[in-house]
C-alpha cells in the first residue's frame, strides 16, 4: 500500500492547486499552509526547482476527534497535498494515505477515523 494518493491531471500548476483546494473544502477541510517549496529553494539555497506546492488540510472535526482519542497525534497532523508540475505540461497531485500514516499507532478509533479521511482524501483526488 502506498504512502500516498496520486493522480495526474491535465490541469496547468496553478489550476491544479485552486482546484485541489475546491475539492478540500467540498469534503470539509481547509488549508492551513501553503508552503511553496520551488520559492524556499530558490530563496534559501539558491537552487532552481520544478514547482512544487505542498497544502497543509485539515478537517477540524476529524482533528478534534483524533485529539481526543491521541494525544500526540498532532505530530502527524495536518493532511498534506502535494502539487507538482511533471515537465510535460501536466500536473501531480498526491495526498497523504492516512491509512499507512495512521498504522504505527496502535489505537482502534485512530483506524476508524483514518478510513474515515482516506475516503475524503480518496474523493479529492479523484475528482480532479
Known sequence: MNYYIEKTTGYTFEEAVERVTEELKKEGFGVLAKIEM????????????????????????????????????GIVLPCNIVVQETGDGKTDVAAV???????????????????????????????L
Open 97 to 127: 494515505n492516512p491509512l499507512v500514516a495512521m498504522k504505527g499507532i496502535e489505537n482502534p478509533e485512530m483506524d476508524k477515523i483514518a478510513e474515515e479521511i482516506y475516503g475524503k482524501l480518496t474523493n479529492v483526488i479523484e475528482s
Open 38 to 73: 520551488h520559492n524556499t529553494l530558490k530563496e534559501k539555497i539558491n537552487v532552481d526547482f520544478r514547482k512544487y506546492t505542498i497544502l497543509e488540510a485539515c478537517n477540524p472535526p476529524f482533528a478534534y476527534r483524533s485529539l481526543q482519542a491521541e494525544k500526540n497525534i
